[in-house]
Each structure stands twice: as structure tokens, then as C-alpha cells.
């Protein structure tokens, strides 16, 4: 290895973090997986790998490529790589905070997935592709554009102004400007109860869950950004107001689309919009599926615990989505970025990563085989319907 390449290595790629451990000993915390958080990068860019493939090859099935990789190719890689349990030592977490690596990585994804939907509407609007094909890349443009929400996801918790803008800015990709405010100060704050529009109640399926999901996450961000801006004196059409912010950077940009390659254009957002929404709430779904907090003697739920979430430690979905599956530890530091999330011993754990997770929910019978069973055997459940969160049409039956 030459000495530049060496030095870009341990410099960027390998850094050390010395630290001393509870005994006084002189330790050095690497983070093993620090080059392979590039692949939450270099993800979102699929849908450009499928054009490749297709101009490359000309076999319209290469644009399902990134699809098939996705549902099948990455539970396979997370079975082969197994989970990773380890934890930073808390005594290096503020440098690993601080280190400004992790921060670029994400703000350097935003861009990437705007090109992705350029990209795809481009190349769509060029005639070349049938129907079956035109229809396939869409769709795969549209699980690019749910990963957006991912790359929001994270930066939207955190306080630094580029964070939050860039978050603006990766929501409009898939018209789901509202996420933010939403999943802030609604779902963090009514999560694991029947409240929660976001949190799933055991018996219902994904796509009950969906009509319920999609347009109570939309309402209840409007209604908190609407209180927001009145305890400034606002009114809600205020340029301040923070959902509106995104929806007209989005209306820029896909309304452009859709000046430069008519109304083709607005089809091809529409399923890639739709699409990109359905991969939020296959997240949602799986996140708090059954979980419920319990309330007190004042009748207030108790604080969220790490028990409320479901969690996996599968290395390749976690690399790719920004450790976003070490939930519970996001739900109790909500600022704390991907890099230093933790492993808590006795949370809920699901028996795949994400994707594997999605196309398990996307035949119910198999979800509820699997998950009900998991759900009820909890420890701090141990079968009581009471601790669940329940779908009120399974009230009285017994399971």
C-alpha cells in the first residue's frame, strides 16, 4: 500500500480513538465498520446501477436488479454476515460524535438522491423503455426514494443547521415533507401506544396499518406544526412553517420534471412517490409492531424503554440504512448519531434485518406466524394481552 493510500487509510478510514477504560488502563476504540458506512451512500444510487445494467444488457428484467438485491440479496447477506453486537465504549462516544466523517456521510447522500430521481425520470421520459420496463424502473426509483426518508430520518433529530435543512431537502424527493415534524414531536412522543398513528397494533396487517399510517402521520405533523407556529404568533402558512418548506422544495423539483417531460413525468412520480411512502410505513410496521408502554397510577404512559422497539443487530441492512435497526437506542436518544447507537441486552429482536423483515409483512398469515408468537413470548409480556398494543378487533379473542 502506498504511503498516500496508507495515510488516507488510517487518516479518514481507520481512525484510532484512544481512551482509558473504568481501571485506568490506556485502551484504542476502532470502529471496525467505518469504511463500510460509504454503503448507506452509495445505496441510494440503484436505481442508476439498473439503468446501467439495462443499456448494458438491453433485458428489461436488469431493471428489477436493485429490487431483487434489496428483498432477497441483502437478507442473504445479512444471514451469511451474521449481527454485530458491539458497542463503542461510552468513553469515546463524544469524539465519535464529533468526528465529522459520520456527518459527511450523510450530508453527501442528499445530492445522491436527487441524481437517482433525475436519473430515472430522464431516462424513462427518453421512449426507449416498454411499459413493463417503464413501470419496474419507477418502482425501483421509489425504493430509492423511501431510503430518503431513512437519510432524513437521521439528520432530522439533530440540531446543526445543515442537518435540518439537508433533511428538508431529502424529503422532498419523495413529497413526504411532513416526516419530520411527524416523527419528531408526534410518533417519538405518543410511540408504542394506539395513539401512535406510526406504531402498529398486533392483528393488523401492513395494509390496514397503511390506511392508518399515511394519512394520521400527515394529519397529526399538521396539527403540531399548526400549534407551533401559534405559539410564535404565526399563522400556519407562515414561510417558518417547516412541512411547507419541503413540500415546495419537492414542488420545484418534481413540478420541473414535469414542465420539462409533461405529464409522462407526473405518472412516474406519482407510483415513485407512492411507492417511496409504502417503504416508510413497511418501516414503521416492523419498528413497534405489538409493543405497548404501560401507563401509571396518574394514567400517563411511562417513558419510552428500550423493551418498546423491535431491533436487529444484521450487519449488511444496518450498513446500508444507517444503523436505523438499533432502534430502541434511537428512541431513547433521539440526538445520538448512527456511528454510537447501542446494543441493549433483552429488547425485542426481530429474526431478520429490515428487508428480510418487509417481505415477511408483506404476506400477513407468515407475519403473524412468526411475529405474534415472538411478540407474546417477550419477558415483560409473557402472553398478557394487556401489555400489547392490540388491534381492537382481536379484543376478546383468544390467541
Given amino acids: 500500500m502506498s504511503n498516500p493510500v496508507r495515510s488516507l487509510w488510517s487518516g479518514v478510514l481507520s481512525r484510532r480513538y484512544p481512551f482509558k477504560d473504568q481501571l485506568g488502563q490506556s485502551r484504542v476504540y476502532v470502529d471496525k465498520k467505518r469504511p463500510w458506512w460509504l454503503a448507506s451512500v452509495i445505496y441510494p444510487l440503484f436505481p442508476l446501477y439498473a439503468i ?46 464529533n468526528d465529522p466523517y459520520y456527518r459527511v456521510l450523510t450530508w453527501i447522500t442528499v445530492p445522491l438522491h436527487y441524481l437517482a430521481l433525475l436519473g430515472s425520470v430522464w431516462f424513462a421520459m427518453r421512449g426507449d423503455l416498454g411499459p413493463a420496463g417503464w413501470v419496474i424502473l419507477a418502482v425501483t426509483a421509489g425504493l430509492a426514494g423511501g431510503v430518503a426518508v431513512n437519510t432524513a430520518h437521521e439528520m432530522g433529530h439533530k440540531r446543526h443547521w445543515v442537518d435540518q435543512w439537508l433533511a428538508k431537502f431529502a424529503l422532498a424527493v419523495p413529497f413526504y415533507g411532513h416526516f419530520s415534524v411527524e416523527h419528531n414531536f408526534g410518533h417519538h412522543k405518543e410511540v408504542a401506544t394506539p395513539e401512535d398513528p406510526a406504531s402498529a397494533r398486533m392483528g393488523e396487517s401492513i395494509y390496514r396499518f397503511a390506511l392508518r399510517e399515511m394519512p394520521g402521520g400527515l394529519l397529526r405533523a399538521w396539527n403540531i406544526e399548526k400549534s407551533r407556529q401559534s405559539r410564535r404568533g404565526r399563522s400556519v402558512w407562515s414561510v417558518h412553517n417547516e412541512i411547507l418548506q419541503s413540500y415546495l422544495i419537492s414542488l420545484i423539483l418534481q413540478g420541473g420534471l414535469i414542465v420539462v417531460f409533461g405529464w409522462p413525468a407526473a405518472l412516474f412520480l406519482l407510483i415513485h412517490n407512492v411507492v417511496a411512502w409504502f417503504q416508510l410505513t413497511s418501516a414503521n410496521y416492523i419498528e413497534h409492531y405489538g409493543l405497548l408502554r404501560q ?85 415483560h409480556i409473557q402472553g398478557d394481552l394487556s401489555r400489547v398494543n392490540l388491534d381492537p378487533r382481536r379484543k376478546g379473542v383468544t390467541v
Fill in 52 to 97: 446501467a445494467l439495462y443499456t448494458i444488457t438491453g433485458a428489461t428484467w436488469t431493471l428489477a436488479v436493485p429490487l431483487l438485491l434489496s428483498y432477497f440479496g441483502i437478507p442473504l447477506l445479512d444471514y451469511w454476515l451474521g449481527e454485530d453486537a458491539s458497542n463503542p465504549p461510552e468513553a469515546v462516544v463524544p469524539e465519535l460524535e
Fill in 295 to 379: 401507563r401509571d397510577v396518574k394514567g400517563r404512559y411511562e417513558r419510552c424503554q428500550p423493551h418498546h422497539s423491535w431491533n436487529s443487530n444484521h450487519v449488511m441492512s444496518n450498513l446500508v440504512l444507517f444503523h436505523l435497526e438499533r432502534h430502541s437506542d434511537h428512541h431513547a436518544n433521539p440526538q445520538r448519531r448512527y456511528q454510537s447507537l447501542r446494543d441493549f441486552e433483552d429488547v425485542p429482536r426481530l429474526p431478520s434485518g429490515y428487508f428480510g423483515m418487509y417481505l415477511l409483512a408483506y404476506i400477513p398469515p407468515l407475519w403473524f406466524r412468526v411475529m405474534d408468537q415472538r411478540l407474546l413470548a417477550l419477558p
